[in-house]
Structures are given as C-alpha cells and as structure tokens.
C-alpha cells in the first residue's frame, strides 16, 4: 500500500468517523436517542411579572392549560405584530375550545412596555393573549430561563429598537417545554396541534 493510498484512507475513515459523530448529535438535540430523556427541560421556570392590567402573574397562574409564549416588543414594525396575529388566528380556530389554552406576549422592552402601554397595543389581538411586563432584573431573569436573545439596537437620529428571539414556545399543562410552535404552517394545523396537549 502506498504512503497515498494511507493517506486516503485515513482521511476517508476520518470524514465517516466524523460524520457519525454528527449524526449522534443530531439524533440527541432531537429527542431521538436510543434511551427517554428523564432530565428536566432546559427552557422555561419560575416568573413573576405584571399584566397590563397591572395584576401580578407567575409560572404557577399557568399551570392547568396548554400555553404559548412569544417574546417582543410593542415598538416592534413587523415580526411580533405578525406573529402575534397568527397567534390569534390559532385561537380563533380552536372556536369553543379557546378557553382550554392561554397565550403570553413577555416584553422584551421593559424601559418602554408599561402594563398599560401593553394592554393597549394586545387590544387589537385576541383577548387571551396576555401581555407581561416587570422591571428589568425581572425580564433578564425570564429571558435567561427561557433561552432568549436580545439586544438593545441604538438608531441613527435618537431611539433604538430590539434585536430578539422570535420563537413561539409552547408549554404544557404543567409548564414544561414541548417544543417550538409553528404558526406559519396555517392557523388550522396549529389548532389541530395545540388542541393534542389539552
């Protein structure tokens, strides 16, 4: 065998041992390993933060209802408006069954979401998303709990907006992570999916 011939079968037998290596990573962020996974879910806890109605609400209020969680910010021009739409066409496809899940829009924008700025911008949303504000230290802590990214940007000419997460999150009945929620497949797919965990 000649010292090219190794070498190529060295490279050759690394690439596949890598790509195995992939592979079974891959498979584990999935869920798909060969075992259940007992530990518990990396994203989401305990929270205490204010709704526009200036009431306090905690992770405990959640408990007994499938929830979602979207995280933004009421300057935001375009995603969390959109998004936040979607969500309320979910619930309107859920019909009579609305009421058996709940919906949490989490500021991201602490230092210009008032509860009252809050309430006022989910008036044109569906009445079961819940709009949440706190103090600062508050939202760092929920958005550390729930893997979230976001950055104040500042503007040219004064002002800034927000870089951040655009996940919907989906929550058990116990609040326990399920899974990312995909409401751009169309409101009837979500409902029909949401309405599993009831």
């Known amino acids: 065998m000649t010292a090219r011939t190794t070498r190529v079968i060295l490279i050759?037998?690394?690439?596949?041992?890598?790509?195995?290596?992939?592979?079974g990573v891959v498979m584990l962020v999935a869920g798909r390993g060969a075992g259940p996974i007992t530990q518990a879910s990396a994203v989401g806890g305990p929270f205490s933060l204010v709704d526009g109605g200036g009431k306090m609400v905690t992770d405990r209020d959640m408990k007994g209802k499938p929830f979602l969680v979207f995280?933004?910010?009421t300057h935001c021009p375009e995603i969390c408006p959109t998004t936040l739409f979607e969500v309320s066409e979910v619930f309107r496809?859920?019909?009579?069954?609305?009421?058996?899940?709940?919906?949490?829009f989490i500021t991201v924008d602490p230092e210009r979401d008032t509860p009252a700025v809050m309430k006022?911008?989910?008036?044109?949303?569906?009445?079961?998303?819940?709009?949440?504000?706190?103090?600062?230290?508050?939202?760092?802590a929920v958005l550390?709990?729930?893997?979230?990214?976001s950055k104040k940007v500042l503007l040219d000419g004064g002002g800034?907006?927000?870089?951040?997460?655009?996940?919907?999150?989906?929550?058990?009945?116990?609040?326990r992570f399920v899974a990312p929620f995909?409401?751009?497949?169309g409101a009837e797919a979500a409902a029909a999916d949401l309405r599993k965990y009831f």
Do not use: W
Not at 12 to 23: D, H, M, P, T, W
Not at 120 to 140: V, W
Not at 144 to 149: F, G
């Open 12 to 23: 050759l037998s690394a690439f596949v041992v890598g790509l195995a290596l992939a592979f």
């Open 71 to 73: 995280f933004g910010f």
């Open 93 to 104: 496809r859920l019909g009579p069954d609305a009421d058996k899940a709940a919906a949490l």
């Open 120 to 140: 006022d911008y989910l008036a044109s949303f569906d009445p079961r998303l819940r709009g949440l504000t706190g103090d600062p230290e508050a939202i760092q």
């Open 144 to 149: 550390r709990s729930y893997r979230v990214y």
């Open 160 to 175: 800034y907006t927000m870089d951040h997460t655009a996940l919907v999150y989906l929550m058990d009945k116990e609040g």
């Open 182 to 185: 995909n409401v751009k497949r």
